[in-house]
């Protein structure tokens, strides 16, 4: 069978898989929500169609080919978030539909952060505590897929960040196996995690809240236990840690790694998608900072802390909200979604089109001026001093051009299930770069949305997450030809 | 001296020339035999034909009892072994090699100066060239730039231009016009004419070229006595990107705007890969359009530096034609070098560099820098005084008691960090190191007896 070893990886990832709501059983077996049953029976389910899976296929062993690599990418997702539905869907407590269950179920593994539930703050632990986790092992899937499988696929331009092609800049193979690389990148996520946890905790959460913040913070998640997200905290600080777990997040972790081996930040100055990133992030934060500020719509105090809050939050795909930002005035929110375009690093678990092609694409645009200039020159596209090949650059165009495409053809779906137009932009936004909370009807929930626009918007969430191609390959006739 | 040279090249061709003027016993080694015919036909020294690293070969050149063994092959690897080998196994004192490659000379402290690699003195004659040019550029006005003593003191040559204050005048007045630089001319040479020992009643006129010594701070003062200084250059356009052109232009590339000309499509790709702030243009230094439409007029140096001295002249008159402010050609063919008139300011010639980094190895008596002047025939060379009254003929007079050659004149005298001006009364101390300039190449013997030591000194 074509798919066998993609279905065995499958099996094993849904046996892995069930064991994530082992805590939130227990959870709600000390605390008798009577959510028992609904966790008991996704465990169940999931762990029989993993096992299913696996059986007929264990004795397979034989190597992943590039077929193989797109299907297990984008099942990873789609599988995941539909079995991860089910403690939703069946929880009494939550008056889900299928489509609602699902569409948070994805929300939350593919780190996006969109919520269609209600009355957060009444809900039993164990049910946040699942949503949390399903965001921070959303987070590892992210990451995994960044550093070995989107350079393998060579998606928008990723070949970039293939071993063999390091060149002169030695720093991209962090160690040399794969899975030592991957258990490298998971450490640094843990070790986020734990510093996120204790930070959020000294600055005054209570541990539970702590802990499933820094899930969803280093996820770059935005699913919160509060329905006023980290609005329901009036220390500033909760605010700064968070700001500053976001933009670490939001980095490359084979940076965080690099960092860490040689005990130095200059590896951070030293990355122009780094400088860049934070550039823009900086840039971005004064002006909502100094339009917060004249146009009267907060106090001083108010107009630093939450006008950086809010920037970081949303141009890293975060989605966390302390204020409601949709009224303030139209510009910044605007502004504040088309800078989530951007996203976080490349091999971050932020959202987006990812700051290294913008870089790529300004640099472009520049080089084509200098080029209008200096007909004869030769000039080349160089990151890190090394000139990035053409190949790469016209893949970098090609992924904006197709993201562009399908962001309008979803917008317009959108428009098509009777949404209005500022809330369907924003949501297509939200959810497409992995971001959350939009404008309009989907400020802070998304259950406004009609069931086949909660569908329409999951599918939104993946192709986000997917980077676009994984996903389109596989609608692709020659993909399933022999 | 028994001196073997690897390699009948246009350095290996030139320096035996030059050797075997000077009394040395002279052994050229090449793989050409025709090329090393033509070189027997002109000069009296002998030739040996094979491949310079085999041990026969160097055997057959008499290595067994050659005092030095200079290697300039088109090969960096073939000079690197012949020196081995012949250390190896004729335990030869002295071995110079040309290494071209950066790639060598990036590891120089492991592999030369440890020993490694028994090589005693590496000649890169790309690394020089650049270097040299690069002075040009940081000194406007100037014709050469010529280092001593770690670059504190230079010696400059300056073409004279009506205008400047101390043109048509008397030489010593340029004390008067600055009281507080301290500069002596070496020597005049006017065209047509010997070169003039300068005294203080020398009128300098136009169109002179003047050496002077100054140090380094000092230098654009005097410069501007003698012409109108330009301002300091800014844009320059280099044609031709090879190894020359590619190191120059990573060299200047962060205090200059640079421009680099290059025919090959892919060597463009390696400069524009290579450097940061140049602009690396496709195209040749001979297209009037291309360099129109880089701004030619507004550049201030154009540096034709092809690998063909046709095209680096014409380029350079055609630049000059379209506004470039100066021009500085490189120009392998001697005989060329005498044509050039007014359109092409410096002549830069490769040879003549790698020459004088070499002679400083060959003279007799401690000379630490040569430097080869006017195509040869004059020399500038810093040596250092040794002994005590009784055993030198130096140590202790006054410079104007010395017994010098009418060509030959002091220049500056360094003792220790000291910089002293040679003015007549100096006394020379032991050890002090004495700036001559020779307008007369062959009075260098003379100068070599007066500072060798007597018997006397132990």
């Known amino acids: 069978m074509q798919f066998a070893m993609a279905f065995k990886i499958i099996g094993v990832l849904l046996i892995l898989f069930s064991t994530a709501m082992l805590p939130s059983l227990f959870l709600s077996l000390i605390d008798k929500d009577g959510i028992e049953s609904a966790f008991a029976t996704g465990l169940a389910a999931t762990l029989f169609a993993g096992v299913m899976l696996w059986l007929p296929t264990r004795h397979l062993s034989r190597d992943l080919n590039i077929r193989d690599g797109f299907m297990v990418t984008a099942l990873f997702w789609v599988v995941l978030g539909l079995f991860g539905a089910i403690p939703l869907w069946l929880a009494p407590d939550l008056p889900l539909t299928l489509a609602g269950a699902i569409f948070e179920s994805i929300s939350g593994l593919t780190t996006t952060g969109a919520t269609v539930i209600t009355g957060l703050d009444s809900l039993p632990k164990s049910l946040l505590f699942y949503r949390q986790l399903l965001q921070w092992l959303g987070g590892i899937g992210i990451i995994v897929l960044a550093v070995a499988i989107l350079p393998m696929l060579g998606i928008g331009g990723m070949q970039l960040y293939r071993a063999e092609s390091a060149g002169p800049s030695k720093d991209r193979k962090l160690t040399p196996r794969i899975t030592g690389t991957a258990k490298a990148l998971f450490g640094i996520y843990l070790l986020l995690t734990i510093a996120c946890t204790v930070s959020y905790f000294v600055a005054g959460m209570s541990m539970f809240d702590a802990i499933c913040h820094a899930f969803s913070t280093v996820a770059i998640g935005g699913f919160s236990t509060h329905d006023a997200s980290l609005g329901h905290y009036e220390q500033n600080r909760v605010l700064l840690v968070s700001s500053v777990f976001m933009l670490l997040s939001a980095i490359n972790f084979g940076l965080h790694f690099i960092a860490l081996q040689r005990r130095s930040v200059r590896v951070y100055a030293r990355d122009s998608e780094t400088a860049f990133f934070v550039t823009v992030i900086a840039s971005a934060a004064i002006v909502v900072c100094c339009l917060l500020l004249t146009t009267e719509t907060l106090s001083f105090e108010d107009s630093v802390i939450h006008g950086l809050f809010q920037t970081i939050s949303i141009a890293t795909t975060t989605g966390f909200t302390t204020q409601d930002f949709s009224v303030w005035p139209l510009f910044l929110p605007i502004l504040l979604l088309i800078l989530s375009f951007m996203g976080g690093c490349v091999g971050s678990t932020g959202g987006g089109m990812k700051a290294m092609r913008i870089l790529l694409i300004f640099r472009q645009g520049m080089r084509e001026l200098r080029q209008l200039l200096h007909p004869n020159a030769v000039i080349p596209l160089k990151l890190d001093a090394r000139r990035v090949q053409t190949e790469v650059i016209s893949a970098v165009w090609s992924f904006f051009a197709v993201y562009m495409f399908c962001f309008v053809l979803i917008w317009l779906a959108l428009l098509a299930t009777n949404l209005d137009f500022i809330s369907a932009f924003s949501a297509v936004v939200a959810t497409m770069n992995n971001l959350g909370p939009g404008l309009g009807e989907v400020t802070n929930n998304y259950g406004a949305v009609s069931e086949p626009g909660k569908l329409i918007l999951c599918l939104a969430m993946l192709m986000g997450r997917l980077e676009v191609f994984t996903l389109l390959v596989l609608l692709t006739p020659a993909f399933w030809r022999h | ?458």
Not at chain 2, 47 to 59: I, K
């Open chain 2, 1 to 458: 001296m028994k001196i073997i040279i690897l390699g009948a090249g246009q350095v290996g061709g030139t320096l035996a020339e030059h050797l075997a003027d000077e009394q040395n016993d002279i052994t050229v080694v090449d793989e050409h035999a025709a090329t090393l015919k033509r070189l027997q036909e002109r000069l009296d020294i002998r030739t040996v034909l094979g491949n310079g690293a085999h041990p026969s070969t160097l055997m057959n050149a008499g290595a067994e009892d050659a005092d030095m063994l200079i290697a300039v092959t088109d090969s960096d690897e073939i000079n690197m072994l012949a020196c081995s080998v012949a250390f190896t196994l004729y335990r030869t004192p002295t071995k110079i090699s040309r290494v071209r490659s950066a790639d060598y000379l990036a590891k120089h402290k492991a592999l030369f100066e440890s020993g490694a690699i028994p090589v005693d003195v590496i000649i890169g004659p790309e690394q020089l060239v650049t270097k040299n040019i690069e002075q040009l550029i940081a000194n406007p006005g100037s014709l050469q730039v010529l280092d001593f003593a770690e670059g504190r003191i230079r010696l400059v040559a300056v073409k004279a231009v009506a205008g400047g204050p101390i043109v048509g005048r008397e030489l010593q007045e340029i004390r008067e016009h600055m009281p507080r630089v301290d500069t002596r001319v070496a020597a005049i040479f006017r065209r047509g004419g010997d070169p003039i020992i300068p005294e203080g009643a020398t009128v300098v006129e136009p169109d002179d070229e003047v050496f002077f010594i100054a140090a380094r701070e000092h230098i654009r003062a005097v410069t501007s006595e003698l012409r109108e200084v330009d301002k300091p250059y800014n844009r320059i356009m280099i044609a031709g990107g090879g190894n020359i052109g590619a190191t120059l232009a990573n060299r200047l590339e962060k205090d200059y705007q640079v421009k680099v000309i290059e025919r090959s499509y892919d060597r463009c790709r390696v400069l524009s890969d290579m450097l940061e702030n140049s602009i690396v243009l496709h195209g040749s230094g001979n297209e009037p359009l291309l360099l129109q439409q880089e701004n030619i007029e507004n550049t201030d140096v154009f540096c034709a530096l092809t690998d063909n001295d046709e095209s680096n002249i014409m380029m350079s008159m055609l630049a000059k034609r379209l506004g470039a402010k100066k021009a500085i050609t490189l120009i392998t063919n001697s005989a060329y070098a005498d044509l050039i008139g007014e359109e092409i300011d410096i002549a830069i010639s490769p040879q003549q560099i790698t020459i004088s980094s070499l002679l400083m190895h060959v003279r007799r008596g401690d000379i630490s820098a040569v430097h080869s002047l006017r195509r040869g025939a004059a020399e500038a060379i810093e040596v250092t005084a040794h002994g005590d009254t009784r055993s030198s003929k130096v140590v202790g007079r006054r410079l104007d008691e010395l017994n010098l050659p009418s060509s030959v004149t002091v220049g500056a005298i360094l003792r220790g960090e000291a910089v002293l001006m040679a003015h007549g009364d100096v006394v020379i101390e032991a050890d002090d190191h004495v700036i001559l300039f020779l307008t007369d190449r062959a009075q260098i013997s003379a100068v070599e007896k007066l500072f060798a030591v007597g018997f006397g000194f132990i």
